[in-house]
Every structure is written in C-alpha cells, then in structure tokens.
C-alpha cells in the first residue's frame, strides 16, 4: 500500500502544480504559446542597395542569434546569388556589345530594313 500512496501523493502534487502554472497564465492573460512567440527586433534590417551587384553580396553580414539560420545554408545561397548576379551582368554587357553602333551620336538606335 505504501508505493500506491507516495504515487498518489505524487500524481496530486503535479496536478496541483500544474493547474497553478496554466491558471497563473490566464489570469496574466497569457496564451499557452506566448513564450514562443517572435522576439522583438532590437537591430537594423539587413538591406541590399536597390542596384545591388555581385559585391553588395560579397558584403553582407547578418547578426549570430541563438535560434538563427544555419551559416552554411545561408553562404551557400548568397554565393550562388552573387554567382547568378555576374552571370547577369555579363550577358547585359554582351548583349549591349552586339547593338549597332549609333552613328548620328544622338542616342536613337536604327531598326533594321
């Protein structure tokens, strides 16, 4: 009879805990997920210049934060953003390269007849 006792002492102690804990948080007016919710931003945004190139990326640092990205994932994203920002960037130049040239020197490019 023992055991059974101190295992219901037991269970009424964390009954009572518990109604107590969960009843502490309504009268707060607490939500049971209002631990989890988002932190209040304390720093700057990180932004990108509205023209951002391949070196803006090459620049850009984030804040370390206990629950934030995976460092890795996220260098292996802007390296391939910065890669995909001089591919860009380089067909724009050639592109540009193989427009006739304006020989009047006014701006206006010819359609071809």
Do not use: W
């Not at 055991?3 to 009268?27: D, E, H, K, N, W």
């Not at 209040?40 to 990180?46: G, W």
């Not at 260098?75 to 304006?102: F, N, S």
């Amino acid at each position: 009879m023992v055991p059974v006792s101190f295992f219901l002492v037991f269970l009424a102690i964390v009954l009572v805990g518990a109604a107590l804990f969960f009843g502490a948080g309504i009268v707060r007016g607490r939500s049971l997920g209002a631990g989890l919710d988002d932190p209040t931003p304390n720093l700057p945004p990180v932004l990108l210049p509205g023209q951002a190139d391949a070196t803006d990326v090459d620049d850009l640092r984030f804040a370390l934060g206990l629950r934030g990205y995976r460092m890795d994932q996220v260098d292996q994203v802007l390296d391939e953003l910065r890669d995909q920002l001089l591919a860009k960037d380089r067909e724009i130049e050639r592109l540009k390269g193989l427009l006739p040239t304006d020989p009047e020197g006014d701006g206006s490019v010819r359609a071809a007849q």
